[in-house]
């Protein structure tokens, strides 16, 4: 059976109040949901993405008024963040209280909470009385979905339905932000940027994202290879790789820049207008469309400017690449 695809919210819902899990929509990436209060729906997220347990779970939450139930304090320089960020591509960890079961957050005393900027997502989270426990909709260690059909492709046999809200706005995973000792750490980078949260904050803010090994991360989006596609992918300075490819078999994403010596389908310019929220959006989709292509071979990725949501895209594509590329 494969999952129904819709825009039927109160459908979701019904799904997810019976300890389905389903696919839903928000501004960042599609994610696949489950009552996050219920420990047998939560389990059943990892066994469908085939997710080790060590990887904690994010709580979606309708109001900082819901996340208030299942916190132990809601910190003032975080309240600040929700004010102004959410909601948005930003998830906070948080003190959980035991009302978070320990299953969501790998039996960390913290949880990710985040208020999404989707109006399907939202709806579904005010018509329903439990947070929402869901990571990216795609099997463990592959690219995260940012449209209904990617999750169709590759969980549509696993759940009964995926909430249809359109093509991702940002396309990045959430920006991925917590305290330790006074100190603010981002421990994933996306749309938002760290300057913006130690203009909100006052503290200062530290970017903690350096690729961890060990079976026990942090975040898995710090695994060295993370989010990545089946073929081969060079990101650096592309140049050099060009010159040695076989040009039917490569295909280039690239920023603003036209290779004349790449033929037209196998080249991917994601804003020749030069917008990186243009570009962040596109680019998951491109790599699983380039995934998916029989006659690509190699898939070769320009840097991006280190600036903005840039630089979420070129950890991302690091990410893709991790030891197979060179620079
Ligand atoms: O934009 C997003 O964040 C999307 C949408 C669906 O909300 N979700 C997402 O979830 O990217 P996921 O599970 O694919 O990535 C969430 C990351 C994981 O790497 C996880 O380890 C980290 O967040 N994380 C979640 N809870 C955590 C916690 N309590 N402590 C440390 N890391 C946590
Ligand atoms: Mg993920």
Redesign the pocket.
Known sequence: MKAFVGKDVAQAADYLKQGYTVGVP?E????LAANALDLIAVAKIFSIKERPFF????V?CRSIEQIADYVIHIPDWSKKLAEFLWPG?L?I?LNRNSRIPDIV?AA?P???F?I?NHPLMLELLWSINFPIA???ANPFGYI?PTKAEHVLAQLGEKIPYVLDGGACRVGL??T?I?EENGILHV??K?AVQETRIAELTGLPVQLSVNPVTQST??????LNQHYAPHKPLFWGNIADYLQQAVPDETAVISFTTNYNEVAKENLFVLSPAGNLEEAASKLFAVMRQLDERSDIKLILAERFPEEGIGRAINDRLKKASSRRSAS
């Open positions: 928000t960042t990436v599609y994610g990887d904690p779970l994010i979606h591509p998830t960890l957050t960390l913290k949880a990710g985040r999404p869901a990571p990216s995260s995973e959430s991925i917590g421990y994933r996306g991360p942090m975040a898995a989006g710090m």
